[in-house]
């Protein structure tokens, strides 16, 4: 049979099939996609009106600091990105499905043959193919958004060249990073029976940590240059203010954010002899040694209230009853044939499940953002005790000038996304401290 056959007579044996077992949970699952996804859309569409019709006037609180022409630049980017999303929200939506009743995992289960039959190295392969064929599904929408969005708003520094450069290495690291953990956890799956997946979720715990521990100096290192901090004043203000909160830091280090996007951050990464502030040379450029020193402080005021912590014994206790969770599903046949899969294999359960999970788990998002949202006044509340409001309050002015990012969201898409408080809340919270 000839290849293009081969794959004709697989997706039309699987949609005649799939079709016909389309049982509860099939249709649960089908309800709940649809569902988030029609959320989604909705929640875009709003937000888009909302920025739209709050273009002409520059918020009273920040008409001295930002222009009516920058306003209108950041109605503009936030409505294209979220435009764009809406188009990423359909396709998402279509690929989970040609995935799950359109066969698709089945065919990528079928092509796994072609290396090898031996169960956990063919669940190896499976789970490769996926995460190969989910990473050029995502690359033109990940194109599209760096060179035609960021790029005419001016935000984009990147080259193809770097663009694609980065896209391999990722799907190396990537590859590097999953696919050794999938092959201990089909391994435990084998070896321990009904219990595995209390080893699996404590051995991706341990992993996760390995991850973190290494991102600062092994992973990071490969995508961007770091550098010691070197301008000797900022360095002596920061030093100073990481000894006032009581902190005992390392590196502090300056990254090359510029060589791909003109957006500026600061943030916090590894732990133990890895732990490093990084500040983006972008940052640097657009803030003041003294904002610079508010922004820090209040990336202080996360670690010391152990924000960081928290979310990661948040996401640890989540991700154990995911694993029991999974557990149960692994062993049930409905699971399986209701989502268009004829092969019950331990790493067809995994995919599925993490295709599965998502529209589930989207009614969870807005708590996560709320969650984020306090700990962002918090973190606002430490960095005033120990560094000036006021300029906490203009670095944040400048930051949202130069990342053209909107001061009238949507209040309900707020609400469900956003990791930060809108503009207005914040400001008006810190000038009151
Ligand atoms: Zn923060």
Not at 93 to 103: I, M, P, S
Not at 168 to 197: E, S
Not at 296 to 302: F, K
């Amino acid at each position: 049979m000839a290849a293009a056959e081969f794959f004709e007579a697989r997706i039309f044996r699987g949609v005649l099939c799939h079709s016909s077992t389309l049982n509860t949970f099939g249709i649960v699952f089908l309800a709940a996609l649809i569902l988030a996804a029609v959320t989604r859309l909705w929640l875009a569409r709003r937000h888009v009106a909302y920025v739209q019709a709050h273009r002409t006037d520059v918020p009273a609180a920040f008409a001295a600091e930002i222009s009516l022409a920058e306003h209108q630049k950041a109605a503009d980017y936030s409505a294209a990105k979220t435009r764009f999303s809406m188009v990423d929200t359909v396709v998402g939506t279509a690929v989970a499905l040609a995935f799950t009743f359109g066969g698709g995992l089945q065919l990528l289960h079928e092509i796994s043959a072609l290396w090898t039959t031996e169960g956990i190295a063919r669940g190896v392969v499976l789970v490769a193919l996926f995460g190969l064929v989910s990473t050029l599904l995502d690359l033109p929408f990940d194109y599209y958004r760096t060179f035609v969005i960021e790029g005419r708003f001016g935000f984009n520094k990147a080259t193809p060249g770097l663009f694609f450069a980065d896209a391999l290495k990722g799907l190396a690291v990537g590859a590097l990073l999953a696919l050794p953990l999938a092959a201990v956890i089909l391994w435990l799956i084998d070896a321990l029976g009904a219990w595995w997946w209390l080893a699996a979720w404590g051995v991706t715990i341990a992993f996760g940590a390995f991850v973190q521990f290494i991102a600062p100096t092994v992973i990071m290192p490969l995508f961007n240059k770091f550098s010691p901090m070197q301008d000797p004043a900022l360095r002596e203000r920061v030093e100073r203010l990481v000894q006032r909160c009581g902190f005992k830091v390392k590196g502090l280090m300056v990254m090359d954010g510029s060589r791909r996007s003109a957006h500026g951050n600061a943030f916090f990464t590894g732990f133990g002899n890895t732990k490093r502030i990084v500040f983006f040379d972008t940052l640097l450029k657009q803030l003041e040694p003294p904002e610079v020193e508010a922004v820090l402080a209040h990336e202080l005021g996360h670690f010391r209230l152990r924000h960081v912590l928290k979310r990661m014994a948040i996401t640890a206790l989540l991700s154990l009853g995911f694993f029991w969770l999974l557990g149960y599903l692994m062993a049930q046949p409905w699971f399986y044939s209701s989502l268009g899969v004829a092969s019950p294999t331990p790493a067809m359960a995994l995919l599925l499940f993490m295709l599965v999970l998502p529209p589930f788990t989207f009614l969870l998002q807005p708590l996560g953002a709320k969650y984020s949202r306090m700990h962002e006044f918090e973190a606002d509340a430490y960095a005033v005790q120990y560094a000036s409001a006021r300029d906490l309050v203009s670095a944040l002015v400048k930051l949202y000038r130069e990342n053209a990012s909107t001061l009238t969201p949507d209040p309900l898409h707020s609400a469900f996304y956003d990791s930060h408080p809108p503009a207005v809340a914040r400001i008006a919270r810190l000038q009151k401290a």
